[in-house]
């Protein structure tokens, strides 16, 4: 049945629009009373989901199990997604809607693009430090 309810869902947005904004105005507050009843289960579930994605990327730019590319350090919970060239903070402004979710979607919706490694956060931030020291005496940054 829920199966069912899903794919009618999908085939007809614009019903289920209208169905829910009338939901709305009948029973107002009711998400802030939901969200307080089921908080910890809604997080719970939001860290998975958004782990689980995380661990999927991780794993098809550095291989399995995840590793960083420079030093091979193996502790996931330690290791982040690079941009080779730089440029986070313009994808980011070209996103601003970005969260920790919706990252790690918008890279496999977008077929794992090019220009981006895995490094643990050590590696992660000497790049970055070495890179403004580069930039402070005007040279190039460098990429690894």
Not at 58 to 80: A, F, N, T, V
Request: charged fraction near 35%; proline fraction near 3%; glycine fraction near 4%.
């Amino acid at each position: 049945m829920l199966i069912a309810t899903k794919k009618w869902q999908k085939k007809n947005p614009e019903k289920v629009k209208i169905a829910r904004e009338k939901y709305d105005k009948q029973n107002p507050g009711w998400k802030n009373k939901y969200y307080q009843e089921n908080q910890e289960r809604l997080l719970r579930k939001n860290y998975e989901r958004t782990q689980k994605l995380r661990r999927q990327v991780l794993e098809h730019y550095s291989g399995k199990p995840s590793k960083c590319k420079l030093c091979s350090y193996d502790k996931i919970e330690c290791l982040d997604l690079d941009h080779i060239q730089g440029g986070g903070n313009k994808l980011r402004k070209e996103n601003p809607r970005f969260n920790y979710y919706s990252w790690w979607k918008w890279i496999i919706n977008n077929n794992y693009p090019k220009g981006f490694q895995v490094l643990c956060r050590n590696c992660n931030w000497l790049k970055h430090i070495n890179n403004l020291k580069l930039l402070k005496y005007g040279r190039k940054k460098i990429s690894f």
